[in-house]
């Protein structure tokens, strides 16, 4: 669900003042029930759809004829960094499609009423995709990881940021580059009515994260053999950066929290990067408390500044203009959308989230954090808080699906939106994640085994 930063000219250039400024951007965003809206983000790998070859950002194959197909047939618009820069996303009415940095292709939703609207609009765009895929052969994977692609593979999309990226996070974790490359999620938008609503939503997503992860862990292979893993995604994001990563170990720790406990946690998370004009500025070296505090080479935080820092930031789940939910692997078509359906069935409803809530605050954050390697190993096998796996899932699922059936949003076929949660229902019941899906009956000493892969990865 795309959101709008201050734009240059505006009050958002305006040096911050104070730090009740920053908190002042949040209570902005806020929004009465009935204007609440749901997005969704999914992430999808491009592949030659004979040997599996990633796609490139350019040439006769890669990514900018793709748009070119899309600006043509379909009405979207290009987006460019700079007036002569390279086409770098696209935006249609209130969506866009975005590139990450190895080139993996990124549906961000338009805020839109129920989860019924946003899987009719995820199945839109792959019938808009469907056309030129075939011209070019290729194929799209929806797992959480690139099962087949090495690193020197890939190519680097020309965006000013990831240049940035590139140099600065490996320092901070060896996850870094994979994280960038070889990752793709979905993820779901959620609005607030106030700083407590956006708060309870908030942490209520942290520390359920670990446990929705493993309900959709999707990511079991590496450079086109089993990993051993229920979720290589989910190591590689276990291996990021600690300060601005993972489960903000300061929510757990007190009874009510506010904006101002997550504005502590987020000045001291480290900087990368700011801009000004066209240009990004590299600075990482640097809190962005410091930044605010003391400037860097005679320039001054701005609450624009503030606004992009807020995007560099990379918990489980985060807020912003949203509360953005980050914790999924991506999925196949017919799974994609029971991650936006669990998510609003459990923080739209008041009696889910406030079960959601009660149940959340049974984790302990050391001993989850104890278990969340178990967790990207095993799935729904591991022990989670002191029990099975499966039982807490299955908890989380029936509370979902509880508040779905309250919010009885409808389809044409007059389904509630729990719909989208009946596959996911059935293999967590069986005590399974969708990687168990995709390497049922293989080995590593498989004959074609990276054929096998890729048609199985295929969304």
């Not at 929806?142 to 680097?156: C, D, E, K, Y």
């Not at 692997?329 to 609003?344: E, I, M, Q, R, Y």
């Not at 069935?345 to 008041?350: A, E, V």
Request: aromatic share 8%.
């Amino acid at each position: 669900m795309t959101s709008t930063a201050a734009a240059p000219g505006s009050s958002g250039d305006v040096p911050i003042s104070s730090e009740d400024r920053l908190l002042e951007l949040f209570h902005s965003y806020e929004k009465p029930r009935e204007a609440w809206r749901v997005g969704g983000e999914a992430e999808k790998f491009g592949v030659d759809a004979t040997t599996g070859e990633p796609i490139a950002y350019d040439g006769a194959r890669g990514v900018t004829r793709i748009f070119e197909s899309l600006i043509e047939r379909h009405g979207w618009e290009p987006g460019r960094e700079t007036p002569e820069g390279p086409v770098i996303a696209l935006s249609r009415q209130r969506a866009s499609i975005t590139l990450e940095p190895g080139a993996q292709l990124e549906l961000s939703g338009a805020p839109l009423g129920n989860v019924h609207k946003i899987c009719a609009e995820m199945h839109g765009h792959l019938d808009e995709l469907r056309e030129i895929s075939s011209e070019m052969n290729l194929a799209w994977l929806g797992v959480g990881f690139h099962p087949l692609a090495v690193q020197a593979a890939l190519s680097w999309v020309p965006k000013k940021r990831y240049a940035i990226m590139r140099e600065y996070l490996p320092t901070r974790g060896s996850g870094a580059i994979d994280m960038m490359r070889r990752t793709a999620t979905v993820q779901a938008n959620y609005d607030y009515e106030s700083e407590e609503d956006a708060l309870r939503k908030l942490t209520v997503s942290l520390k359920l994260s670990p446990i929705i992860h493993a309900m959709t862990a999707n990511s079991p292979f590496v450079e086109g053999r089993l990993a051993g893993l229920k979720s290589v995604r989910g190591d590689v994001w276990l291996r990021m950066d600690p300060d601005r990563s993972g489960l903000i170990p300061s929510l757990w720790k007190k009874e009510r929290v506010g904006y101002r406990d997550y504005v502590q946690w987020a000045l001291d998370a480290g900087m990368f990067l700011f801009k000004r004009g066209d240009q990004y500025i590299a600075n990482t070296g640097q809190s962005f408390r410091s930044f605010w505090q003391n400037g860097f080479k005679g320039h001054r935080a701005t609450l624009a500044d503030w606004q992009l820092y807020l995007q560099t930031l990379f918990p489980e789940a985060r807020l912003k203009s949203t509360i953005e939910v980050r914790c999924c692997d991506s999925l196949p078509t017919n799974l994609a959308c029971s991650v936006p359906a669990l998510f609003t069935g459990l923080l739209y409803d008041p009696r889910a989230l406030s079960e959601a809530e009660e149940l959340s605050r049974t984790l302990d954050y050391d001993a989850v954090m104890a278990e969340r390697p178990g967790l990207v190993r095993d799935g729904l096998d591991a022990r989670f808080a002191g029990r099975p796996a499966r039982e807490l899932a299955e908890k989380v699922l029936e509370i979902a699906i509880d508040g779905l059936a309250r919010r009885a949003e409808l389809s044409p076929r007059g389904h509630t939106e729990a719909v989208h949660l009946e596959r996911l229902a059935r293999l967590v019941g069986a005590g399974r994640c969708p990687a168990d899906v995709l390497t049922e009956g293989l080995t590593n000493d498989d004959r074609d085994l990276r054929r096998e892969i890729l048609a199985r990865c295929r969304i």
